[in-house]
């Protein structure tokens, strides 16, 4: 049993926390990805949305050396298809 | 004369409604204005390879960004956030892939049940192959969940397949587990209930979590019930209500509430009750 107050505050504590993660995610949150431009590396801060975009089409990849890196050149089209 | 809570009467009232209400949903997820807003997430379970998908996968982007050793803090707030409110009645009223299990089961076969301890293999999915898995191996090992996954088989891999053979380039087949494991699910479909969500689903081992402290949750009148067991009968994933009425393998479709003593009703944490306690068990 649960008292009606203590779930209230629960719920109201996860969303809080579940509005403020998908906030910092959207607005604030960005991974540094090397990327190809012209033949030479140059490093870019991908904000997390379009990160998501790029993952879901492999157009993003960590190598061994744990750097994130674009795999298509900037100017290039992203790849249209998922990988897997 | 049995009185419903105002959520409960309002629940009931859409409970026959349900199969509208999840194809109204289709109209969200299945990007009919083509938006394609995969910068997004949406809370359910349909792959953002899809040529019809308005938004990301939450598992699929939880699973890359764990590849590429990212919090992803977009998905993981929206699923807390959604978690909170709804919890599993999002894999029973709105998710596609659930709707689709739906109208498979009803095509008139004769169905099995499973034991309900399947049910935790979701957790060995959600742990195994959407977050240790991509982390430690990467996205290009076979037990990633992108590539065991059903729903990308059937709403990514076979419509590809299908453009390729039309357009007459060569036709790129899927790996051979996600293969067998689409084609176990397609025959599953039609001999068990919603066999994905209840054994497999990580997205629904995730909502789970929350059935129990979510605003809106599954309510017990221990005064009211008969203890006839009608909710038994009602229930076609093995719960018994009464007992656990937010149970983990619940998908809230909300079945059970059509148990005449009225024991059992939607209930919110935004409404007044006559009794300051709850029963979440």
């Known amino acids: 049993?649960?008292?009606k107050n203590t779930k209230i505050l629960i719920f109201g504590l996860l969303v809080l926390f579940g509005v403020a993660l998908l906030a910092y995610g959207a607005l604030f949150h960005s991974t540094t990805v090397s990327a190809q431009q012209d033949g030479e590396p140059v490093m870019l801060a991908k904000s997390e949305s379009a990160l998501i975009k790029d993952a879901s089409v492999s157009g993003v990849k960590r190598d061994e050396s744990g750097k994130i890196k674009q795999t298509y050149a900037i100017g290039e089209k992203a790849p249209e298809a998922c990988s897997t | 004369m049995v009185t419903k809570n105002k959520t409960g009467g309002f629940a009931s009232k859409l409970i026959g409604w349900r199969m509208w209400v999840q194809t109204a949903f289709l109209l969200v997820w299945l990007d009919p204005a083509g938006l394609r807003l995969h910068t997004m997430c949406s809370p359910v379970f349909h792959c953002y390879a899809c040529p019809l998908a308005t938004f990301a996968c939450p598992i699929g982007v939880i699973a890359q960004f764990g590849a590429l050793h990212v919090f992803p803090f977009i998905a993981v707030g929206l699923l807390i956030a959604v978690g909170a409110l709804f919890g599993t009645l999002i894999c029973g009223w709105v998710c596609p892939f659930g709707f689709?299990?739906?109208l498979a089961a009803k095509v008139p076969t004769p169905k099995f049940d499973l034991p309900k301890f399947t049910g935790y293999f979701r957790y060995v999915v959600l742990i195994g192959t959407v977050l240790a898995v991509p982390y430690f191996f990467g996205e290009s090992h076979p037990l990633f969940v992108c590539r065991v996954c059903p729903a990308?088989?059937?709403e990514a891999a076979v419509p590809t397949m299908v453009g390729q053979a039309i357009a007459g380039t060569e036709v790129v087949w899927p790996n051979a587990i996600k293969l067998t494991i689409l084609i176990v699910f397609i025959i599953a479909i039609f001999f068990m209930k919603r066999p994905w969500c209840r054994v497999l689903?990580?997205?629904g081992a995730i909502f789970s979590l929350f059935n129990r402290i979510s605003a809106f949750f599954l309510q017990f009148d221990?005064?009211?019930c008969t203890h006839c067991e009608k909710c038994h009968k009602l229930c076609e994933y093995?719960?018994?209500?009464?007992?656990?009425?937010?149970?983990?393998n619940c998908i809230r479709c909300l079945e059970c509430t059509k148990c005449s003593p009225d024991a059992l009703n939607l209930g919110s944490i935004f409404e007044q009750s006559k009794s300051k306690e709850i029963q979440t068990q």
């Open chain 1, 1 to 3: 049993m649960i008292n």
């Open chain 2, 100 to 102: 689709l299990q739906d």
């Open chain 2, 152 to 154: 990308g088989a059937l």
């Open chain 2, 201 to 203: 689903c990580p997205l």
């Open chain 2, 222 to 224: 221990a005064d009211k």
């Open chain 2, 238 to 248: 093995g719960i018994e209500p009464e007992k656990t009425p937010n149970d983990l």
